[in-house]
């Protein structure tokens, strides 16, 4: 099992950016990654995914056009790259991998890093 390790998020001003990594150990990294993300009181929703080869990638509405999702297969990481922050974009944001099919759906996932806090102060 490959185990996820977030890190990167911290407190931004609106507007600002940050830069998530998911740094992953383990059996295998060729699969696919999904970044999800859960605020207080409010389901996990899907943020972004990859495909194992990088080719690939789809983006939640919202973030659509702000956010971009990387991977880097020799050094073993998925980037969350985030612009134009908003205060609705304040979660602990989790990267994930999982069997699919649907790589938007958090239930389509089975193994999940422990998260990383971001903050966007208005």
């Known amino acids: 099992q490959v185990q996820l390790v977030e890190s990167g998020g911290g407190l931004v001003q609106a507007g600002g950016s940050l830069r998530l990594s998911c740094a992953a150990s383990?059996?295998?990294?060729?699969?696919?990654m999904g970044w999800f993300r859960q605020a207080p009181g409010k389901e996990r929703e899907f943020v972004a995914t990859?495909?194992?080869?990088?080719?690939?990638?789809n983006y939640a509405d919202s973030v659509q056009g702000r956010f971009t999702i990387s991977r880097d297969n020799a050094k073993n990481t998925v980037n969350l790259e985030m612009n134009r922050l908003t205060p609705e974009d304040t979660a602990v944001y989790y990267c994930?991998?999982?069997?699919?099919?649907?790589?938007?759906?958090?239930?389509?996932?089975?193994?999940w890093g422990r998260g990383t806090q971001v903050t966007v102060s208005s």
């Open positions: 994930a991998t999982g069997p699919g099919p649907n790589w938007r759906r958090y239930d389509n996932y089975n193994n």
């Open positions: 383990g059996r295998t990294f060729s699969t696919h």
């Open positions: 990859i495909s194992w080869n990088g080719v690939v990638t």
